[in-house]
């Protein structure tokens, strides 16, 4: 691995605009967009923190204070990692670890008792090796693929998730239903997308916003948290699983 110092842009209220947030770049006027810059603004209010890599380097760090995760965990004290990903050209030369590093720089600097992150093997998810090579460690597991990955400074307890898995999903009831936020930008198309096919199925379906990271703990299906499908009470772990799903209904 290539390790190289890159120059990183900190987002905020007074440039978000500007910059962006990565995420479909070239899109301004998609609804998703929209909705993601309109939650940026809230979450910027408390303490969320967005580095990009500076072009032409792809890549980008979200992370907020554990008490204020968009996931459903109990992580106050410790500084979460929403997201991160570098992409492309920009894959092998070090420039995760730069990112994370400022995030634990962050983290210190707010006197946090560490870091930690949802992992999966499903999609971009995929950190844990990388994770485990900076010092985490697997603390809470969910099924059927999430890991709760952290790193802490001292010896304060651990995060771990919310739970309730089951008995969430079944509260959604017969038929379809999508648990959102606006905390990605591709969900309003995803979204989108899999009601298309509820409606041309015939399967009854219903959107319902997650509109706090307190709805997403208390009513989220999925250790994601932020985008959950659940079919006749079931919790599907992916937006492809839950296409194959509807798209083989009835047959």
């Known amino acids: 691995m290539v390790c190289m110092k890159p120059e990183i842009i ?12 990565f995420c479909f770049m070239s899109k301004r006027n998609n ?3 929209k909705a993601k810059l309109a939650w940026l603004k809230q979450r910027f209010r408390e303490g969320l923190r967005l580095k990009l890599l500076k072009m032409p380097r792809r890549g980008f760090i979200e992370y907020i204070p554990g008490q204020f995760a968009w996931r459903p965990v109990q992580a106050k004290g410790y500084m979460f990692i929403h997201c991160l990903w570098v992409v492309g050209q920009s894959r092998g030369k070090g420039f995760a670890s ?33 994770l485990l090579k900076h010092g985490f460690e697997a603390v809470d597991v969910a099924p059927p693929c999430y890991q709760l990955m952290a790193l802490r400074f001292g010896d304060m307890p651990w995060p771990k998730f919310s739970g309730d898995w089951e008995k969430k999903a079944r509260a ?6 999508i648990l ?14 899999l009601l298309r096919i509820a409606q041309r199925k015939k399967i009854p379906a219903k959107v319902i916003e997650l509109k706090t990271a307190r709805d997403v703990r208390r009513l989220a299906p999925s250790p994601y948290g932020t985008y959950n499908v659940v079919i006749g009470g079931q919790a599907v772990p992916s937006h492809d699983r839950a296409r194959a799903a509807l798209l083989a209904h009835g047959k």
């Open 180 to 193: 959102k936020t606006s905390q990605c930008p591709y969900f309003e198309d995803a979204t989108a997308a």
């Open 10 to 21: 900190d987002v905020g209220l007074e440039n978000v605009e500007q910059t962006g947030f």
């Open 31 to 33: 609804p998703g967009w």
């Open 172 to 177: 959604c009831g017969k038929g379809v239903t």
């Open 98 to 130: 730069a990112l994370l590093d400022e995030c634990m720089a962050d983290a210190r600097r707010s006197n946090m008792d560490g870091l930690a992150m949802v992992v999966s093997d499903i999609g971009y998810m995929k950190w844990k090796r990388f």
